[in-house]
């Protein structure tokens, strides 16, 4: 006998509060207290992406945009390094900025109402360069490797928000226990490198694993602090 319709349908929400429940909260009570800013942070990252992508389409400003914000493997590491926090806020040339645009409003935007504004940029940037380390250290390997890249890879550019927003969209879920949620995009990053095995796709991949470190290693020693403290684990503050 099958189950009634009805039932089924508590039954999913119940799974939908269990799984998005606490995010969904911090995220209503934060726009609904404050509205527009609830994310400065985040309207701040748009216009800056706007803006780049704007002056990189000019003929005066191509140039100018890929000497501050342009990263290739083939490059020097110091300038790379240099380049690597403004890289995330230039779009790539070969996909429709309003994308990119998307992304930070709505992954930027959540992340900053639920673990602050300055985790938020850390949490990014340390996933770009994560991707950005990958690219030499896979190349070094060659396509022998399995985890390797082949030389045509030192000259990819490599710009855009997107390890930054699969960084930041694991490192919520994992924050507020949206499990299902993290192993899902996880998974579409594993098939994207199935599917499509190019830089961006294995950037996606070493961006998730610093990102999980990174929650490793916060939690490791948020369980020191409260075991010295004798106090339970305090939320993380905006």
């Known amino acids: 006998m099958s189950t009634p319709v009805p039932a089924r349908l508590a039954c999913l929400a119940r799974l939908a509060r269990r799984e998005w429940g606490p995010l969904y909260v911090t995220v209503r009570g934060g726009i609904t207290g404050r509205r527009w800013r609830a994310a400065p942070m985040t309207l701040a990252a748009v216009c800056l992406t706007a803006l780049l992508q704007f002056v990189q389409n ?6 100018f945009v890929q000497n501050i914000g342009s990263v290739r493997a083939e490059e020097p590491l110091p300038l790379a390094l240099l380049r690597t926090p403004l890289s995330l806020f230039v779009p790539a040339l070969d996909l429709p900025v309003w994308g990119a645009l998307a992304q930070i409003l709505l992954v930027f935007g959540i ?15 340390v996933a770009t360069l994560a991707g ?5 250290v896979g190349i070094d390997w060659g396509p022998g490797h399995p985890l390797g890249l082949p030389a045509s890879a030192a000259q990819v550019v490599d710009t855009g928000p997107s390890a930054a927003v699969v960084g930041l969209a694991v490192y919520v879920c994992w924050r507020y226990r949206a499990r299902f949620t993290a192993g899902f995009v996880i998974a579409l990053m594993v098939v994207e490198v199935l599917v499509k095995n190019n830089l961006a ?17 916060t939690a490791v020693s948020q369980r020191r602090g409260r075991a010295s403290s004798g106090s339970g684990l305090p939320p993380i503050q905006s």
Do not use: D, K, M, N
């Open 58 to 63: 000019q003929s005066w400003g191509y140039q």
């Open 201 to 217: 796709g294995r950037e996606h991949l070493a961006a998730i694993v610093a990102v999980l470190v990174l929650g490793a290693c």
């Open 111 to 125: 992340a900053e109402i639920c673990v602050g504004w300055w985790r938020t940029l850390v949490i990014g940037y």
């Open 132 to 136: 950005t380390l990958y690219a030499r």
